[in-house]
């Protein structure tokens, strides 16, 4: 995913709509090995099996809303879950919302759900400041128009804003970045939740490029030229 950003921000393009359901394995071919995670839980169950990928190699799909560096970005882009909180308020959009959604993408990937389930706009920031801290104040002073209802006295407008115990409910059971990580990832959590972190900083202009992101120790640290 990260290599795929590089050459398209070099391009100065913006895929605008990255998500799972756009990245495809080139290769249908994998192996069946057996889930011992499963089987420990559940002994009787020796017959659980997993599909490991003979090939990690990917493609991504979907170009019909990239936008050039160059067109107009003041209009709403991403597939919900996948929305950098830029484009929620109304701040404007480039290549940073693409690395947003590579961010969310892992996660998902981590914990095999997608972070943000939900359909409402004060309810997604709500969400994104359970998981990730406060949004910074000089991107809520800067809200356009449709967004300022979002806003309160120089915060979120919440809880008092929800709109119903559920949604309140629905914030409140998600765990902190870190903490949603390590419940998922036995080995490297360190490296992958700073990865997380750079690619799921509130201000698009701090939050890592997608240069940045592929020279991260995560990527790179001899761990992986093992494999």
Sequence with gaps: ???????????????TDLKPENILFVSPEYLKIPDYKVTA???????YYKRLPKSS?????DFGSTAYEHQEHNYIVSTRHYRAPEVILGLGWSYPCDMWSVGCILIELCSGEALFQTH???EHLAMM??????????????VDKPAEKFVRRGRLDWPEGATSRESIKAVLKLPRLQNL????VDHSAGYLIDLLQGLLRYD??????AHD????PFFTRDYYRRF
């Design 1 to 15: 995913m990260t290599e795929v950003a590089v050459v398209m921000h070099d391009l100065r393009l913006i895929h």
């Design 120 to 122: 409402e706009n004060l």
């Design 204 to 209: 698009p202009s701090s939050r890592l490029t």
């Design 129 to 142: 400041e359970r998981v990730l801290g406060p949004i910074p104040q000089h991107m809520l002073k800067r």
């Design 57 to 61: 190699a990917i493609k991504v799909i």
């Design 213 to 216: 992101a592929l020279k991260h």
């Design 41 to 47: 839980r559940s002994p009787t169950d020796v017959n």
């Design 181 to 184: 990580v390590m419940q998922h």
